[in-house]
């Protein structure tokens, strides 16, 4: 039997990975020369986006082409069902692909393959601290840690260091490190090159758990940070009202002022995984050439959201500012322009019909995500805007941005806020009652009021948005997506 010549696809996600972190970006202190190199052999997207940046909102857009308010996921909420008909993973299966995911997935049932033929999987902490509380064998919803003991013996963990895995302690991998997790997806990844099927071409999830918490990277990549300059974080003018959030003594809080010591071990284990993932992805990339499939593989590394470290007295994500919302974004393959670099504003939902498209096959009409392959954007009109949400500290967070500026709206309080992104990108300074403002600030609301209206928790009345509605983090799912792109601002 020939070989089948349609390309491959490798999607690479990073866990909580900021937009603004690769070196190629001009990020200050990261250093990622392999990622770099991917960007110059492909197209880097400036202006992507996770329209609800946390884990599981941002996963199922990004397996489904969906919006937040079609798939129902507007925050975190463990234990929700996916129980989508059409996947990603799916829509390769269907069409004669060989699937396999590699690592972190964070669905419900823990083992729900989402459309893939095959799953190795990585849960993180969190996950398996809930199958403990629900009586399950931890080993029943992760592949990882029966891995690491068979290596270790049978008590062996990889959290017995005590990090937690939404904390900002920080400290080295206290293990050899090719039984750290990243190596663990990166090895098993380039394991299934080896023994796939090679009639077939194969779509492969290979997704890291890094750089989100526990922030325990190898001594080399904590170390060569832990000394480095880093520029102080951005403060913005209107922090003063997260104050009653603020929980400094509390490592896992998301709003807090920490000592200059304790933040700076903060970023050094985090800029330390960025690193270290970067040389796993170096590995399983030359893995993929050693074998001769590079040149027919569509290459496309993302995350899932980004992480505040800080900005603004800000943790961890699912806050509207670029530290959260912002993710790094790289398209590399046949067809995909060399060292171009886009800024159109793109977004988790539109991976889909991407990576759909780049393999030549049909996307599906659920999905309403728009393909962002540089020769479709070019031939289509500019995505107006984007509308982001995400329920946190008992509200939801409402925005909207074109890439240029930006919108906010706090649902509990009515509280806006407006940034100009080219002129202030580290939301620095809150303009939304600065002369001259007034009337952009209203055209942004304007379009808020139409995207929420209808919406269950009653945002909208007669015309006007209302505050202190009642929010939850997963709503009825549409069972018929809306359908067509969104309209443009108001004049």
């Known amino acids: 039997m020939r070989p089948d010549a349609r390309p491959n696809v490798l999607l690479i996600m990073a866990d909580q990975w900021r937009g603004d972190c690769l070196s190629v970006a001009g990020h200050p202190t990261v250093s990622t020369p392999f990622l770099d190199r991917l960007a110059g052999q492909g197209t880097r997207y400036t202006k992507a986006y996770s329209a609800t940046p946390t884990c599981t909102p941002a996963r199922a857009s990004l397996m489904t ?8 996921r507007v925050g975190y909420e463990d234990h929700v069902p996916w129980d989508y008909p059409t996947t990603l993973a799916g829509e390769f299966t269907r069409n004669g692909y060989q699937t396999q995911a590699v690592g972190k997935m964070h669905v419900f049932p823990e083992r729900a393959q989402l459309g893939f033929q095959n799953v190795i999987l990585h849960s993180p902490l969190g996950i398996l601290r809930s199958a403990r509380r629900r009586g399950l064998d931890p080993d029943l919803v992760d592949d990882y840690l029966p891995w690491l003991r068979l290596r270790l013996g049978r008590d062996a963990t990889f959290f017995d260091h005590g990090i937690d895995s939404n904390s900002w302690v920080a400290r080295p991998w206290d ?18 090159l080896r023994r796939r099927d090679s009639t077939k071409p194969f779509f492969l999830f290979a997704s890291f758990n890094a750089p989100h918490p526990p922030y325990d990277p190898p001594a ?29 003594w509390d490592p896992t809080a998301f ?51 980004g992480e505040m470290l800080g900005d603004h007295h800000l943790f961890r994500k699912g806050f509207p500012y670029e530290g959260s919302a912002r993710i790094p974004l790289i398209l590399h393959g046949p067809g995909v322009p060399a060292g171009e670099v886009r800024d159109d504003v793109v977004e988790l939902g539109d991976v889909m019909p991407t990576l759909l498209e780049a393999a030549g096959l049909g996307v599906p009409e659920t999905v309403e995500g728009r393909s962002f392959l540089p020769s479709t954007l070019d031939a289509a009109d500019p995505r107006p805007w984007l509308h982001g949400e995400h329920t946190l500290l008992g509200q939801s967070f409402q925005w909207l941005t074109d890439g240029h500026e930006k919108y ?27 002369p001259g403002t007034e009337a952009r600030v209203g055209r942004w609301r304007d379009v808020l009021v139409g995207v929420l209206r209808g919406r269950e928790e009653g945002f909208v009345s007669e015309g006007h948005l209302v505050a202190g509605r009642p929010v939850r983090p997963t709503l009825r799912r549409r069972t018929v997506p809306r359908r067509g792109d969104e309209d443009p601002l108001p004049a």
């Open 65 to 72: 082409g969906l919006r937040p308010i079609t798939h129902g």
């Open 408 to 434: 906010v709206w706090w649902s509990g309080t009515g509280h806006e806020q407006f940034f100009d992104l080219d002129a202030d990108p580290t939301e620095s300074h809150d303009l939304v009652s600065s």
């Open 255 to 305: 709003v807090g002022e920490v000592s200059d010591k304790t933040l700076r071990r903060a970023r050094a284990g985090y800029y330390g995984h960025m690193s270290h993932v970067d040389s796993q992805i170096n590995f399983l990339l030359e893995e993929l050439a050693h074998r001769g499939l590079r040149e027919n593989t569509v290459i496309c590394f993302l995350s899932d959201h």
């Open 220 to 248: 080399w990549a904590f170390e060569q940070y832990i000394d480095a300059e880093m520029p102080d974080p951005p403060v913005g003018d209107w922090t003063a009202g997260l104050a009653e959030w603020a929980k400094p």
């Open 175 to 192: 293990k050899p490190e090719h039984l750290h997790p990243t190596n663990f997806v990166a090895s098993e990844s380039a394991d299934f």
